[in-house]
């Protein structure tokens, strides 16, 4: 069974920075794509960012282009979203998830397939 295990979460001043990690166990991904995705309290989950296992090839939302940064290591099973010059708005649990055929990595949940559990960043003002 594919389990996803978000880290990496917690408080932090606007500004500052955190590194969220996601491992993927219970299968080996040869293909196919990792994203993060982020709900705020009140609002719908949105799309944050996707990278593909194999080419690197990352897609970002506009709103965090510039700031985060998404990054995989194959040898771990391990993404990770690196979160600089983070804002209030930027509050929200984030998680992880797979896409077992992405051929690009896409901004659609409905891609997804695997999910994980979430962890929550708080930006202070």
């Known amino acids: 069974q594919v389990q996803l295990v978000e880290s990496g979460g917690g408080l932090v001043q606007a500004g500052g920075s955190l590194r969220l990690s996601c491992v993927v166990s219970?299968?080996?991904?040869?293909?196919?794509?990792m994203g993060w995705f982020r709900q705020a309290p009140g609002k719908e989950r949105e799309f944050v960012a996707a990278i593909k296992w194999i080419s690197s090839s990352t897609l970002y939302a506009d709103s965090v282009k510039g700031r985060f940064s998404i990054s995989r290591d194959n040898g771990k099973s391990t993404v990770y979203l690196q979160m600089n010059s983070l804002k209030p708005e930027d509050t929200a649990v984030y998680y992880c998830?797979?896409?077992?055929?992405?051929?690009?990595?896409?901004?659609?949940?409905?891609?997804?397939?695997?999910w994980g559990q979430g962890t929550q960043v708080t930006v202070s003002s």
């Open positions: 219970g299968r080996t991904f040869s293909s196919g794509a």
């Open positions: 998830a797979v896409d077992v055929l992405a051929g690009t990595p896409s901004a659609l949940e409905r891609h997804y397939d695997y």
